[in-house]
């Protein structure tokens, strides 16, 4: 995530870039996104409007973090969704909410795009739907399976990372991260069981990127204990919020 990529502009202090592997995999799902359209332009503005969404998803995060006193200043889009690099205060309240400001954006999109429908559709002079009606109706779905996606109770998933941060007012810190990586493991293998079952290479990566992020979150917590063990004060790595579509 740190390599590899290419830069393409800062808001609000805060660096986007892109990595090269987002080329390779438009360049096979493109061809199915134009199809969709009777102007092929319609399916790739899809495709971008896509990581759009996903781009200021990420940025919820990151200003959340920041309104908290925490560090933000990277986002990076790939493949799989995106990725925001921050660092809250090591509290609970602080931690939770620059996880939360994420999927509430998705919230806070819902109604905007279905206004935006209903001004397409009223246009609509055929019974045949439109590129543009289609496109609207096309980035609707994609909003709202995004936003129920990521808030299933996984680990790194903001949802697994929210559980994590309820987790924290009883437990604390460490026990939190451990019991929220032990649920992401979980959940991680029953999705890579589905994908492998249902022939999809693509949720076997998926699941693979899962399983890997939880077993980080895993070994981070054992190291965490160690430190606090030998006295050494613990500065955990910062949370990367995932998003992966």
Same mark, same amino acid.
């Given at each position: !995530? ?22 390779? $995999?438009?360049?096979?799902? !493109?061809?199915? =996104? !134009?199809?969709? %359209? ?5 399916? $790739?503005?899809? %495709? ?21 006193? #925490?560090? @933000? ?8 969704? #995106? ?9 609970? #309240?602080? =931690? ?6 994420? &999927? ?7 109604? +905007? ?14 019974? @045949?739907?439109?590129? @543009? %009606? ?6 609707? %779905?994609?909003? /709202?399976?995004?936003? +129920? /996606?990521?808030?299933? &109770? ?10 994590? #941060? ?34 999809? $290479? ?5 699941? /693979? ?12 917590? *054992?190291? !965490?204990?160690?430190?606090? *063990? ?7 790595? &910062?949370? @990367? &919020?995932?998003?992966?579509?």
């Amino acid at each position: !995530m740190r390599t590899g990529v290419i830069r393409l502009f800062r808001f609000a202090g805060i660096d986007v870039y892109l990595h090269f592997t987002w080329f390779l $995999v438009a360049a096979i799902f !493109m061809t199915d =996104y !134009m199809r969709r %359209y009777q102007s092929p332009i319609w399916g $790739v503005l899809e %495709y971008i409007s896509l990581f759009v969404i996903v781009l200021i998803h990420e940025f919820g995060h990151a200003l959340a973090c920041r309104q908290v006193g #925490g560090v @933000a200043n990277r986002i990076v889009l790939w493949p799989l969704g #995106g990725v925001a690099f921050v660092n809250p205060p090591r509290r609970p #309240g602080a =931690y939770l909410w620059s996880i939360a400001a994420g &999927p509430l954006v998705n919230v806070a999109l819902i109604p +905007i795009l279905a206004v935006a429908g209903n001004l397409v559709s009223q246009s609509e002079n055929s019974l @045949a739907p439109t590129d @543009a %009606y289609r496109f609207i109706t096309d980035l609707r %779905y994609i909003n /709202f399976w995004l936003l +129920i /996606f990521n808030m299933l &109770p996984v680990f790194p998933l903001d949802g697994g990372q929210i559980v994590r #941060g309820l987790l924290w007012f009883p437990f604390g810190e460490i026990r939190s991260l451990q019991i929220s990586s032990v649920i992401g493991l979980i959940g991680g293998a029953i999705l890579g069981i589905v994908g492998l079952m249902a022939g999809s $290479v693509w949720w076997a990566v998926l699941a /693979f990127f899962l399983l890997s992020r939880a077993w980080y979150g895993w070994q981070e917590a *054992k190291a !965490m204990i160690a430190a606090s *063990k030998m006295g050494i004060p613990i500065s955990p790595s &910062p949370a @990367a &919020p995932e998003n992966p579509r």
